[in-house]
């Protein structure tokens, strides 16, 4: 049974930065894909960002690109979610998500796509 367990999240103040882990135990660290998706209060999960294991290509939702960087850490099962220049608008529980499946390996950007997911941390950016 694979378990994520993501970390980092907490307050930051706006223009702060906040780095997310996403630790994967279990089973081998043999995903495709991993993503980062976030879900704001009262609003649908969507996509962050996702990489992949292959060539390590990166993704980014438009809305991120340039403040925040996915990377992994194969050796430590660790994914990793640095995220910089930070708004209030970027507040949001942060999920991350493991896709062990090469057929949906160009869906990162679709939840359907991931078979684990991780409970969840809460990152704050006060107005």
């Known amino acids: 049974q694979v378990q994520l367990v993501e970390s980092g999240g907490g307050l930051v103040q706006a223009g702060g930065s906040l780095r997310l882990s996403c630790a994967a135990s279990g089973r081998t660290f043999s995903s495709y894909v991993m993503g980062w998706f976030r879900q704001a209060s009262g609003k649908e999960r969507e996509f962050v960002a996702a990489m992949r294991r292959s060539g390590g290509s990166t993704y980014y939702a438009d809305f991120v690109k340039g403040r925040f960087t996915i990377s992994r850490d194969n050796d430590k099962n660790t994914v990793y979610l640095q995220k910089n220049s930070l708004r209030p608008e970027h507040t949001a529980v942060y999920y991350c998500?493991?896709?062990?499946?090469?057929?949906?390996?160009?869906?990162?950007?679709?939840?359907?796509?991931?078979?684990?997911w991780g409970q969840g941390t809460q990152g704050t950016v006060p107005t």
């Open positions: 998500a493991e896709d062990r499946d090469s057929a949906y390996e160009d869906h990162y950007a679709q939840q359907y796509a991931y078979d684990y």
